[in-house]
């Protein structure tokens, strides 16, 4: 996702996971996250690599502050890899989550038995996207694509196999006016202080955001780059979330991503890559 990826992929990056009851929490980077499709997941972010932070007592207030880098590649043209860096803030309690860009409002927990549960999220967050036409030769005489707010819904099913998550954002500051769709599946293994979180996801993108961010206007075109109206496609992606607690206060994670690009991104003139793929490290200190 140009310069701005690492801007979002980094807010969407996931917190580290401290021992807590079991009942996972719906993750607050929801499209991007964790997931980082160039410009979408400048979602993310947030994907972002879900947070896995757990559930402690339900009234419970927490803080957290960190830091987070970011390595990506950029699916445009000539821009090669991207890195950057942002400080993390991390709040928590019963009814509201804040992290990096994003805030959420969370639901009462559906419990269904001991080992599952349904949890349900409205969430707002600041995305990265978009470009500068100096970030890459190719895109001299483009016009800026720019970020903007996102809100939208989540619901996640918690089970003892693995938890299974659905969200559904759209542009609220009518950049792109683009929406998207998301399914994600993950599971946690622990191992000590070490805890693994492989993951699987499909995004769908609208054909709105697709062509704000990957097309070419009429006024924009060359003669070695021709107009380009993008359609909806789905992004699919893998990634492993590795978390290392130091003690109940001191954590680092590392997350990496990959993502397989759908033809309608492909196709576009000012793009030259079918995949990228993101890592993300950092450190959180809870208080």
């Known amino acids: ?3 701005s990826l690492n801007r979002a992929c980094i807010a969407m990056a996931t917190m580290p996971a401290f021992p807590r009851g079991r009942v996972y929490p719906l993750a607050l980077a929801m499209a991007s996250a964790t997931f980082c499709v160039p410009a979408s997941a400048q979602t993310a972010a947030n994907e972002s690599a879900t947070p896995d932070i757990e559930l402690g007592s339900p009234g419970a207030s927490r803080w957290g502050l960190g830091v987070a880098a970011s390595a990506s590649q950029s699916p445009y043209r000539g821009d090669g890899s991207n890195f950057g860096g942002l400080p993390l ?3 928590e309690n019963a009814w509201f989550r804040f992290l990096g860009t994003s805030a959420a409002l969370k639901a009462p927990t559906w419990r269904l038995g001991a080992n599952n549960a349904v949890s349900f999220e409205g969430v707002v967050k600041y995305d990265g996207a978009g470009y500068d ?3 890459s030769s190719a895109l001299d005489g483009m016009d800026e694509r720019k970020g903007g707010f996102w809100a939208g819904g989540a619901i996640a099913w918690s089970n003892p196999i693995a938890r299974l998550s659905a969200s559904w954002m759209t542009d609220i500051s009518s950049e792109s006016e683009g929406r998207l769709f998301e399914l994600k599946l993950d599971r946690r293994f622990d191992f000590g202080r070490l805890s ?3 993951r699987l996801q499909a995004q769908w993108l609208d054909g709105k ?3 704000y961010y ?3 206007r009429a006024h924009e075109a060359l003669a070695n780059r021709p107009r380009y109206e993008g359609g909806s496609g789905v992004a699919q992606g893998a990634g492993l ?3 290392y607690r130091f003690d109940g206060h001191h954590a680092v994670f590392l997350d990496l991503a990959v993502t397989r690009l759908p033809d309608e991104i492909k ?3 000012i793009v030259d890559r079918s995949t990228v793929s993101r890592a993300t490290v950092g450190y959180l200190y809870r208080f």
Request: no cysteine; aromatic share 16%.
């Open 209 to 211: 955001y697709v062509d």
């Open 214 to 216: 990957f097309g070419v």
């Open 196 to 198: 693994l979180t492989p």
């Open 241 to 243: 979330r590795m978390d």
């Open 1 to 3: 996702m140009a310069p």
């Open 267 to 269: 196709d576009s003139p």
């Open 133 to 135: 036409e100096d970030d």
């Open 89 to 91: 803030l991390y709040y």
